[in-house]
């Protein structure tokens, strides 16, 4: 089955402890991103990538690191992790980044930071 | 300003009418618009694109695109109770980036 999966779902952590969520697609696409939706904000773009070893900002990176070892995994790291970031993750993948490529979002990751 | 607009709602229509969702964006450079429905919950999933000024239609759904007034809109014809959904718009300009709006919250009365 084509999907993107992400892990944890749930996650309640304390500030300042590291933590990883992880992405992953088995559809082959070349497109991937991270998302974060607050109430009366929506999704904001958090990071994207192109393809494996490319990434770029999107409009809240602040806080956030990704990297793209590999073509179907792009984790989102959040190194010192603060009560702002208390969110709804969501991950998402395309085949390529052309404006007319449908995303597929994964189920979401509920991060609480205490 | 924000770059993508919406009516948060709550947009309440009876079972069967049509539901007329907008949304407008800043970004003259915009080349491609979605919409996407989300239930309480779960992820986006998208609906309907539309890259070209006029009108798209999808079963139940017409998408509407107007550039030079910035705006697209979603009618969904014949709604039903399981329509009741958030409502998000996006675009995409140039580069990768894509922008959301905040939602429009749809509720279809039975």
């Known amino acids: 089955e084509a999907q993107v999966t992400q892990n944890p779902r749930y996650l309640i952590t304390v500030t300042g402890k590291k933590l990883t969520v992880t992405c992953s697609q088995n559809?082959?696409?070349?497109?991937m991103s991270w998302y974060r939706q607050d109430p009366g904000l929506g999704l904001r773009q958090i990071y994207y990538?192109?393809?494996?070893?490319?990434?770029d900002k999107g409009d809240v990176p602040e806080g956030y690191k990704v990297s793209r070892k590999e073509k179907r995994n792009f984790p989102l790291i959040l190194e010192s992790p603060s009560p702002n970031q208390t969110s709804l993750y969501f991950c998402?993948?395309?085949?390529?980044?052309?404006?007319?490529?449908?995303?597929?979002f994964g189920p979401g990751t509920r991060l609480t930071v205490l | 300003q924000k770059e993508v607009e919406q009516n948060s709602g709550p947009l309440s229509v009876p079972e069967g009418a049509i539901a007329s969702l907008n949304c407008t964006y800043s970004?003259?450079?915009?080349?491609?618009f979605f919409w996407y429905r989300q239930y309480s919950g779960k992820s986006p999933e998208l609906i309907m694109s539309i890259y070209s000024n006029g009108d798209k239609e999808d079963g139940r759904f017409t998408a509407q695109l107007n550039k030079a007034s910035q705006y697209v809109s979603l009618l969904i014809r014949d709604s039903q109770p399981s329509d009741s959904a958030t409502y998000l718009c996006a675009h995409r300009g140039g580069g990768f980036k894509t922008i959301f709006g905040a939602g429009t919250r749809l509720f279809v009365k039975a």
């Open positions: 970004d003259r450079g915009s080349q491609s």
């Open positions: 990538s192109m393809n494996v070893e490319v990434t």
């Open positions: 998402a993948s395309s085949a390529t980044g052309g404006a007319s490529n449908e995303q597929f």
């Open positions: 559809m082959n696409h070349e497109y």
